[in-house]
C-alpha cells in the first residue's frame, strides 16, 4: 500500500473536479453533488476562519449523521483545524472533562 502525500482537501478537489455532477451523499430525501460537498465545505471554511479558526486550532464536532456532520468535518480540515470527534451520547458532566483534555478551542 502506499500513501498518498494529499490532504483530504486536495483530495476532494481533485474529486469534484473529475465527477463534479456525481452523487456524493444520499441522505433521507437529499442528495449531494461532489461539486456541491466542495463548494459548500468551501463556504463554511471561509465563514469558520472569518469567526477565528486557525490552522492546528482543536474544534469539537458533536453532532449526529448528517450531510450536515460531513460537510463541517471536511470544512474543518481544510481550514488545518484539528476536528475532535464527540460521540453525541457524551452527557455534559463528561464534556465538562473532555474539552479541556482534548485543547478543544471552539464547538
Known amino acids: 500500500?502506499?500513501?498518498?502525500?494529499?490532504t483530504i482537501g486536495q483530495c476532494l478537489a481533485r474529486r469534484a473536479s473529475e465527477t463534479p455532477r456525481n452523487t456524493a451523499i444520499e441522505y433521507r430525501d437529499?442528495?449531494?453533488?461532489?461539486?456541491?460537498i466542495h463548494r459548500l465545505s468551501d463556504y463554511l471554511a471561509i465563514r469558520m476562519m472569518t469567526m477565528g479558526i486557525e490552522k492546528g486550532d482543536h474544534?469539537?464536532?458533536?453532532?449526529?449523521?448528517t450531510p450536515n456532520w460531513?460537510?463541517?468535518?471536511?470544512?474543518?480540515?481544510?481550514?488545518?483545524?484539528?476536528?475532535?470527534?464527540i460521540d453525541t451520547c457524551c452527557r455534559e458532566q463528561e464534556l465538562r472533562y473532555?474539552?479541556?483534555?482534548a485543547d478543544i478551542r471552539f464547538m
Open 59 to 65: 474544534v469539537g464536532l458533536w453532532s449526529v449523521n
Open 1 to 6: 500500500m502506499r500513501l498518498l502525500m494529499k
Open 30 to 36: 437529499q442528495s449531494y453533488t461532489w461539486e456541491e
Open 98 to 101: 473532555v474539552i479541556p483534555c
Open 70 to 85: 460531513i460537510i463541517t468535518f471536511l470544512a474543518l480540515e481544510k481550514t488545518g483545524a484539528v476536528p475532535v470527534l
